[in-house]
């Protein structure tokens, strides 16, 4: 268990748009920062983070909170591993007990694919370091790659003894499980025979983006014909290969700062990158390139460069990853190395400068790239040379953004040496193609959805709704400070008439809120807002201290989803930037006793108003002799709106 002031001491440290900034590249949008939401597929901004409140909305899918839930969410961290994550994060020493061997088998069976992944991690780098075995074989692979005791420990590097069960037996022997063990692929069971899948191998940990141990790759040092020179983890409920970019960890940072993203193939192309002085690489760790690695780095990024040797097979394999990365609305750049060289032997060759001149001066245009090498396959080939420019259309056509379509098809036509019309044809016809089949694909769905759009009314908007919705927010916002409220007090005048005077006193925000919709005897309609009321003013009553960000962390997820809701709607202006189109949203102009003020009395004339009808409905019902006493009532009420209106600057 971690202790209470160690998580109090976390709270208070952890800032929302620093752990966020580490996923998503955030710009900033006034006073809060913008960017794409990681929860969904999009190409605008729905994701809003607010520094201010310490909470972040993303508007594509409803989730929110703070940064516990965000790493939560994202990460699929257990409360604990995200403050100890945070605590990491913002060197915190935190006190918490050792788990015991039984408390091992209760975690879930996620929590326990982590945690044998960990137990592997420090396992491969301890048999590296402090064996004969690991040191002669391991470290000396690592040492002839060129690889520094330093770079070797930031990707924490290891080694698998050549023995079948060394590390299966180990694990075991520290209390691990071992179906845990079988379903993270580290050990092989097969009937009553357990084997260690990474037997005499040196190991690559795969981490996610916020360093969590995922899987391994394990390269195979001995020359062994019926061995695989590399064997990864298969996939599990942690490990999704498809997923995962390798050095996606290191390079995060970076690659946001850099605002580029150069890809490689293999992990030892990402370690001397790194170890050069480039550390904005990842890698797709020798699988096909996926639409799911290509959104995780558009999260940090729009600009990919794709790196690799001069290898014939592995430019057509790249020229399909090209146009995955085009799709998602992303510039792309490819950048090939001399005959015989590859990311990392350059790499090794050259110093930081040369490197980065290299890939400055060689780094070409999809376009440039790939009409170079299909033009070599066919020239003096008319019929060939005519497929290469369809092909090169084709991969135009992905490009979502009409301008840069343009742009493209100006440039391949130059290059291409044939006309615009003919390309801007050609593009025109794959698009129709393409919209054809979309359209016939959904045919049927859009049908329905159109008599059913045509069906529904024009929905209302709730009142009660939305006033008891800005009561949550002014609670949440304001709850906590003093200040000076004008009450009315109704009182009859020399003339019998009833007059509302003015009287000022000093009161909490809360206090002043639950107590005017006590005396009126006004109760919240929507469940969810009374719930979240009777929360706040609960907390209210009880927290001297109150904070907002420790609040919501406190609550459900349902809760606080809602309640970032609540908070970050008057944000949805900055995702539209609509600065930039000279309209500017109205700001908060308002004290805050002046908005409570208002928003209980623009409540109360609701209710009146609701009152009045429900009077006028009864009179409908009854006689007219027995209406007398409703038309009182009536009356009374109409006068008393009137005076509330007053109040309000408002004309009936």
């Not at 009356?635 to 209106?645: E, I, T």
Request: aromatic share 10%; charged share 30%.
């Amino acid at each position: 268990m971690i202790s209470p002031s160690s998580i109090d001491q976390v709270f208070e440290t952890a800032r929302v748009e620093e752990v966020i900034g580490d996923f998503v590249q955030l710009k900033k949008a006034g006073s809060n920062f913008k960017g794409l939401s990681p929860f969904s597929d999009e190409r605008s901004p729905s994701f809003m983070v607010s520094p201010v409140k310490q909470i972040w909305k993303d508007f594509s899918t409803g989730k929110g909170g703070t940064a516990v839930s965000f790493l939560m969410e994202h990460e699929h961290f257990t409360y604990p591993e995200a403050i100890k994550y945070l605590a990491k994060k913002y060197n915190i020493e935190i006190e918490e007990t050792e788990q015991s061997n039984e408390q091992k088998e209760k975690a879930n069976e996620r929590e326990s694919l982590y945690l044998v992944s960990e137990f592997a991690n420090t396992y491969f780098q301890n048999i590296l370091h402090k064996t004969d075995q690991g040191k002669s074989i391991g470290l000396s692979y690592f040492k002839q790659r060129g690889f520094t005791e330093e770079t070797i420990k930031k990707f924490d590097l290891g080694y698998s003894l050549n023995e079948w069960q060394a590390f299966t037996d180990e694990a075991l022997k520290q209390g691990y499980n071992i179906d845990f063990l079988s379903k993270t692929g580290l050990t092989i069971v097969k009937e009553d025979k357990r084997f260690d899948r990474f037997k005499g191998r040196v190991m690559f940990p795969i981490k996610s983006m916020s360093g969590r141990v995922l899987g391994y790759g394990g390269r195979i040092l001995v020359a062994d014909k019926k061995a695989a020179k590399y064997v990864n983890s298969p996939e599990s409920d942690i490990y999704h290969k498809s997923k995962v970019l390798y050095g996606i960890y290191h390079a995060k940072q970076s690659i946001a700062k850099e605002d580029n993203c150069y890809l490689v193939e293999g992990y030892t192309d990402v370690i001397q990158f790194h170890q050069t002085g480039i550390q904005n690489v990842v890698s797709s760790s020798g699988t096909a390139l996926t639409s799911e690695q290509i959104r995780l780095i558009n999260r940090l990024t729009k600009n990919i460069t794709v790196l690799f040797d001069g290898d014939a097979a592995g430019m057509r394999a790249s020229l399909r990853g090209i146009d995955l990365i085009l799709e998602q609305g992303m510039n792309v750049k490819v950048c090939t190395f001399p005959e015989g060289e590859d990311p990392d032997s350059f790499s090794r060759q050259n110093t930081l400068e040369e490197l980065t001149l290299y890939l400055n001066e060689n780094a070409k245009d999809f376009i440039q790239f790939k009409a170079s090498i299909l033009f070599e396959e066919s020239k003096n080939d008319p019929i060939k040379k005519a497929d290469t420019v369809r092909d090169i259309v084709n991969s135009i056509s992905k490009i979502p953004d009409r301008i840069k379509k343009e742009i493209y098809i100006q440039e391949c036509a130059r290059i291409m040496d044939i006309s615009e019309e003919v390309l801007f044809s050609t593009l025109a016809q794959i698009d129709k193609k393409e919209f054809q089949e979309t359209h016939k694909k959904n045919k049927t769905e859009q049908k329905a959805f159109d008599v059913i759009k045509h069906q529904q009314p024009v929905e209302k908007v709730n009142i009660q709704y939305v006033l008891e919705r800005k009561i949550i927010e002014i609670l949440l916002l304001y709850g906590n400070k003093t200040e000076h409220f004008e009450d009315l007090v109704l009182k009859e005048n020399d003339k019998s008439e009833l007059v509302l005077e003015p009287v000022i006193h000093e009161a909490k925000v809360f206090e002043k809120v639950f107590l005017d919709l006590q005396d009126d005897e006004m109760q919240f309609t929507n469940e969810q807002f009374k719930t979240l009321y009777y929360t706040i003013i609960d907390r209210l009553n009880q927290d001297q201290e109150f904070e907002l960000k420790t609040f919501v962390n406190s609550v459900n997820q349902e809760m606080a989803n809602e309640i970032t809701t609540i908070l970050m709607e008057d944000e949805r202006y900055a995702l539209d930037d609509w600065n930039r189109m000279n309209i500017f949203p109205r700001g908060k102009m308002q004290s805050i006793a002046q908005l409570v003020s208002e928003t209980i009395l623009s409540l109360r004339c609701f209710l009146i108003d609701q009152k009045v009808k429900e009077f006028q409905q009864e009179t409908l019902q009854n006689k007219i002799d027995s209406n007398r006493n409703i038309l009182e009532e009536v009356k009374d009420y109409s006068g008393l709106k009137m005076l509330l209106s007053r109040k309000l600057n408002r004309v009936l």
